[in-house]
């Protein structure tokens, strides 16, 4: 079983929809959780940061967390063509002391389509 | 502009040949990841440090691959000798609660 999975899609919505990307992942000790965007050729961005169940909420972007089930996801609302991208969802542990390995999934691909 | 800096962008060179990436965390990060990303594989963890001292490297092929972190502005991945399954995109991230990517380091080995 792979330390943080994703679906890989490519997951394609309309411009004006709601896109929706979901995460699990399997170390009940994860800590902080991520979820960046990276555009083709270019490197990881962050873009969300999540460390309590719940949602939180940042413009047209939510990241839901849910601990019990170990789920983490991405709401995109009002998506727009420059949102497709690769996204990224990140996990962190601690592995030693206050030291934390961040470990990613492999990433699902999005095109909004106008 | 607080960034992560990777040199060089761009590397093309022949197998068996040794190759040194480079990466400059941002100023106050005390955590410096070095990641690798091929279309097969994503992103691979390949060795990470804390307050430049390594915490793990097994994401590396050990006889070939070596990371180190000389001082806090400078931390080096060196690959001796480079064979054509290396080619990839090398990320260097830094970060505390947050990791920051630099632009990477694309290897091609011939």
């Known amino acids: 079983q792979k330390e943080v999975e994703q679906n890989s899609g490519p997951l394609s919505v309309p411009e004006g929809a709601i896109a929706s990307l979901n995460c699990t992942y399997s170390d009940r000790g994860s800590q902080s959780f991520f979820w960046y965007r990276q555009y083709s050729g270019k490197s990881p961005e962050l873009i969300m940061s999540i460390y309590s169940n719940g949602d939180k909420e940042d413009g047209r972007f939510t990241a839901q967390l849910n601990k019990a089930s170990q789920y983490v996801s991405l709401l995109i609302r009002d998506s727009q063509p420059s949102d497709s991208a690769t996204y990224l969802c990140?996990?962190?542990?601690?592995?030693?002391?206050?030291?934390?390995?961040?470990?990613f999934g492999s990433g699902t691909q999005l095109t909004v389509l106008p | 502009d607080a960034r992560v800096t990777q040199t060089p962008r761009h590397k093309v060179t022949e197998m068996g040949q040794e190759v040194t990436m480079r990466c400059q965390p941002i100023?106050?990060?005390?955590?410096v990841f070095w990641y690798r990303q091929t279309m097969m594989q994503g992103l691979e963890l390949l060795a990470y440090f804390r307050n430049r001292a390594p915490l793990d490297d097994s994401g590396m092929p050990k006889d070939r691959f070596s990371a180190e972190m000389p001082d806090a502005t400078l931390a080096t991945l060196k690959i001796q000798p480079s064979e054509p399954r290396d080619s990839a995109v090398y990320f260097c991230?830094?970060?505390?609660?947050?990791?920051?990517f630099g632009q990477g380091t694309r290897l091609t080995v011939v």
């Open positions: 991230a830094s970060g505390g609660t947050e990791a920051f």
């Open positions: 100023l106050g990060h005390n955590t």
């Open positions: 990140a996990v962190a542990r601690r592995v030693r002391g206050s030291a934390r390995q961040l470990t």
